[in-house]
């Protein structure tokens, strides 16, 4: 299958600085790349769609300042979380869809915010 | 957000039993995907489903796309520990660039050697 990584896998910030995620397609190309978010034991939450050349579409509920996102190129789209604070500690993924629907994922980022 | 059903939500099995999950939807879906998940990590995909009534087997897993297209089954033939994980089923609506998935909310899977 088509390969999507994910970096950093792991991150510890404190509270009020920012954080960048960045997701890669890594041997194809990807017009739209999907952020989640996933809490301890429950499923993937949409909080984007990340569009290369334009801008993003946020899930409702989901603060577009909070979470900016940018689709600089066909391989490449960052999360990054502004003013980060304890409650914005989760497991974020992202995930690119290849060929016609199969999407694939990125191994996953733990944000903690101490 | 939208969700889908999933059940059982979660399973304990002996090692060398069979296992069966599903997923139900009220809307009707062009897609079905199934993934696994491991704890810190991204989910895997297993199994792509693209057809009404289409069966395909990956391995020990076999899953298949409902006639009416609102469901979906995963089953997995004689478990083994690395079976162990979360699995997501997740449904497409549209294809093309609305491509969004639908998930449902997991089904834990534990096996006992």
């Known amino acids: 299958g088509a390969v999507v990584s994910q970096h950093p896998s792991r991150v510890i910030c404190k509270s009020g600085t920012s954080v960048k995620i960045e997701c890669r397609s890594l041997d194809f190309q990807a017009t739209t790349m999907f952020w989640y978010r996933q809490f301890p034991k429950k499923s993937l939450m949409l909080m984007a769609t990340s569009n290369e050349g334009s801008k993003a579409t946020y899930e409702q509920g989901v603060e577009k300042d909070k979470f900016l996102i940018n689709h600089a190129s066909l391989t490449l789209s960052t999360l990054t979380v502004t003013s980060a604070h304890p409650e914005d500690s989760s497991f974020y993924i992202c995930?690119?869809?290849?060929?016609?629907?199969?999407?694939?994922f990125g191994q996953g980022t733990r944000l903690t915010v101490v | 957000g939208q969700q889908l059903n999933q059940s059982p939500q979660s399973m304990f099995i002996q090692e060398g039993e069979d296992v069966s999950m599903n997923c139900t939807s009220s809307?009707?879906?062009?897609?079905w995907l199934w993934y696994k998940q491991d704890p810190g990590e991204g989910p895997v995909l297993l199994i792509a489903l693209y057809k009404a009534g289409e069966l395909t087997s990956n391995g020990r897993l076999t899953a298949q796309f409902g006639i009416t297209r609102k469901d979906s089954f995963l089953n997995i033939s004689a478990s083994i520990p690395s079976d162990v994980g979360i699995y997501f089923c997740a449904g497409q609506l549209n294809a093309g660039n609305n491509r969004k998935l639908i998930w449902g909310l997991g089904t834990s899977l534990a096996v006992n050697p």
């Open positions: 995930s690119a869809p290849h060929r016609n629907t199969e999407a694939f």
């Open positions: 809307s009707i879906f062009n897609t």
